[in-house]
C-alpha cells in the first residue's frame, strides 16, 4: 500500500541524484536557471483577483509533476509557502537539481515534497489515498480522460479547486483564427478526454479551471519541439518543412505556462473557466527554423520545402508540428489573471538551449532517416 513521505536528502553515503537520473537528464546542472518569481504574494492586486500567501498556504495535490511543466510548477508552489504532494507511479525521481540550482537551495526545496505513491488508473485506491488525506487544491497535469478525474472528486467532497492542464488541440480546425476560449471544440480531436474531463468538472459543480496551451517548449521537454530542430541545426543539415513552411502557429514557455498555473490558484475570476496560455507572437515553420538557429547561435538554415502528398514515411512522423494554421488568442489570461509571458521567442528558445540541449541533454536521439528520404528525392518546392 502507498504511503505518503517526505523526501529527505540522500546522506553522504546515497547515490547522488544524478546517477539515478535517465541518461539523457544526468547532466543537467550548473548553469544560469532562472524562474520568474514575480512579486505575486501580495493577497490583493489591483485588479481585484486573490493571490495567496503564506498566511493561506494550501495541501495541494500534483497528480504528475516529476517531468517538465511540473518541475516549474513544483517550485513555485513550494516558494509560495503551499505543501504540495506529487502522486506518482514512483518509476522516476520525484525531484531533482535544476541549472543554476545550488546544493542547499535545492535541498531545501526536496526536503519540502512529499510523495504519494500508487497508480490513478486504480479508482479504488486513488478514492482511499486522497480521502484519507483531504487535499485542498488538485493541479492535474498528466490526466487525459475523464474517467480519470471522477475518482479525485469522489475523494475530496470539500475540494476547494481543481485545476486542470487541458490542450488548445481541443478546438475544431477553422479558417477564423485565433482560436478563442469560446470557439467550437473538436469532440472527435485526439484530445478528446480532455475536453470530456472538461465538461465533467463542469457538470460536478466544483470550482474548476482549465488552462488550454498551444506548443510548449523549455528546458526538460519531452516532446521533440525545439529539439527536432536542434539536432539539426548542430549537424549541420538542411531542414525540411512540409509544403511553403508559411503556416502560422505558436509556442508558449514553459515557465510561463507554471507561472499562469500559480495566477489562477485561489483566484476567483478563474472559477469555472478555461484559459488559453500561450507566447504572445505568432510564427511560421520557416520562421521558427530561423528562430531556433538565432537562439542557438547557428548560421541561418538552408530549409527545404517539399510536398508530403510526394513521400510515404510509413508510421514515421517526418515533422512535429500539425501542418496547418494553429494559433489562440492569450488576451482572455492577460486580462484577467493579470498574467503575461515572460519569455519572446528567441530568448525563450535560447534559455531552452542554453539549460538543455545546448549542455548535451536531450530526450531523443537525432533521427535523420525521414529528412534522407525527402532530400534524396527530387520533386521538391522551391523556396
Known amino acids: 500500500m502507498a504511503r505518503l513521505v517526505v523526501l529527505q536528502q540522500a546522506s553522504p553515503q546515497s547515490p547522488k541524484l544524478s546517477s539515478l537520473l535517465p ?11 532562472r524562474i520568474a518569481i514575480k512579486s505575486r504574494r501580495k493577497a490583493l492586486q489591483p485588479n481585484g483577483s486573490f493571490q495567496v500567501t503564506a498566511s493561506s498556504a494550501k495541501k495541494i495535490l500534483i497528480m504528475g509533476g516529476t517531468r517538465f511543466i511540473g518541475v516549474f510548477l513544483t517550485r513555485l508552489l513550494v516558494k509560495d509557502g503551499h505543501q504540495v504532494t506529487l502522486f506518482t507511479r514512483g518509476k522516476a525521481p520525484i525531484t531533482q537539481q535544476l541549472p543554476g ?7 531545501e526545496f526536496k526536503s519540502k515534497v512529499l ?28 490526466g487525459r480522460e475523464a474517467v480519470e478525474a471522477e475518482p ?10 481543481y485545476i486542470y492542464c487541458s490542450s488548445a488541440g481541443v478546438y475544431l480546425k477553422s479558417d477564423l483564427l485565433p482560436h478563442f476560449e469560446s470557439d467550437a471544440v473538436d469532440p472527435k480531436s485526439r484530445h478528446k478526454g480532455k475536453l470530456e474531463t472538461e465538461s465533467l468538472l463542469d457538470s460536478k459543480g466544483v470550482n474548476w479551471t482549465s488552462l488550454r ?7 526538460l521537454n519531452y516532446n521533440p519541439v525545439e529539439e527536432w530542430f536542434f539536432h539539426r541545426l548542430k549537424a549541420g543539415r538542411p531542414i525540411p518543412i512540409p509544403n511553403s513552411g508559411v503556416q502560422i502557429t505558436q509556442l508558449g514557455h514553459v515557465k510561463d505556462l507554471a507561472d499562469a498555473f500559480v495566477k489562477v490558484l485561489g483566484n476567483p ?21 530561423r528562430a531556433c538557429a538565432k537562439a542557438a547561435g547557428f548560421p541561418e538554415p538552408e530549409i527545404i520545402n517539399y510536398n508530403p502528398k510526394e513521400f510515404d514515411f510509413g508510421k514515421k512522423k517526418a515533422f512535429p508540428f500539425r501542418d496547418q494554421h494553429f494559433f489562440a488568442s492569450i488576451e482572455k ?5 493579470n498574467w503575461k509571458p515572460e519569455f519572446g521567442l528567441i530568448d525563450g528558445l535560447a534559455d531552452s538551449y542554453n539549460l538543455d540541449f545546448g549542455r548535451g541533454t536531450y530526450r531523443k536521439e537525432a533521427d ?3 529528412d534522407d528520404i525527402i532530400l534524396g528525392k527530387s520533386l521538391v518546392l522551391q523556396n
Open 269 to 289: 475570476k478563474a472559477s469555472k473557466q478555461v484559459y488559453n496560455i500561450s507566447g504572445s507572437k505568432y510564427v511560421t515553420f520557416n520562421g521558427l527554423a
Open 152 to 161: 479525485i472528486l469522489d475523494a475530496l467532497p470539500n475540494l476547494e479547486q
Open 115 to 142: 510523495h504519494l505513491k500508487g497508480d490513478r488508473k486504480d479508482s479504488e485506491f486513488v478514492k482511499s489515498s486522497l480521502a484519507a488525506e483531504g487535499f485542498e487544491v488538485v493541479y492535474d497535469i498528466n
Open 333 to 337: 489570461a492577460q486580462t484577467e489573471l
Open 23 to 33: 541518461s539523457s537528464l544526468s547532466e543537467i546542472n550548473g548553469s544560469a536557471f
Open 368 to 370: 535523420f532517416s525521414t
Open 213 to 219: 496551451p498551444v506548443y510548449i517548449y523549455g528546458p
Open 101 to 107: 540550482e545550488s546544493d542547499q537551495e535545492y535541498k
